[in-house]
């Protein structure tokens, strides 16, 4: 079975995809079609980065918050199971859970100590009730405190209440 091949219907079909593709003898885009693509994106990125930095700053903020609640609970219950008193500590942007013996002079601590400027990079505040001391009967010893943890000029608070 031989196919015989039309030349005139074949160059024909190649000249009516070739005017598809390229228009009045054009070949690719032009220096202003490229400044505009280029132009839109940057207007797109321009809105896009700070948006997705100020969620990034919320995230890292409230993950931090997360952090601090559990460490305070996990005090809580060190406290209670071992019945003396432990505390929620912070030394420079690090927080952790530590125990005190008899005397009240020494402590030891319990689990991982959080770097929360290199794990969230969140700037701690706390006031003076450093550290927050829980009794064995898990109430904590001081009034409410308020710790603020800052990144960029976000802000978010967490209390912890006498009584949890």
């Not at 912070?90 to 927080?95: H, P």
């Not at 530590?98 to 400027?117: A, K």
């Not at 969230?120 to 927050?132: E, K």
Request: charged residues 20%.
């Amino acid at each position: 079975m031989d196919m015989q091949v039309n030349e005139g219907a074949l160059v024909q079909m190649k000249n009516k995809m070739k005017g598809r593709w390229i228009k009045r003898g054009q070949r690719g885009v032009t220096l202003v079609e490229l400044s505009v693509a280029v132009a839109v994106m940057g207007l797109i990125m321009a809105i896009a980065i700070p948006r997705l930095r100020a969620t990034l700053n919320r995230h890292n903020v409230q993950g931090s918050r997360n952090t601090v609640a559990s460490l305070y609970g996990q005090a809580r219950i060190v406290a209670m199971q071992q019945a003396r008193p432990a505390g929620l500590r912070f030394v420079n942007n690090r927080v952790f859970v530590s125990t005190w013996s008899g005397t009240g002079t020494t402590y030891d601590t319990v689990g991982s100590v959080h770097d929360l400027n290199t794990e969230y990079g969140v700037t701690v505040t706390i006031p003076s009730a450093n550290p927050i001391v829980i009794d064995a009967k898990g109430i904590t010893q001081s009034d409410n405190v308020v710790i603020r943890l800052t990144r960029d000029g976000y802000t978010d608070s967490l209390v912890i209440y006498r009584y949890g």
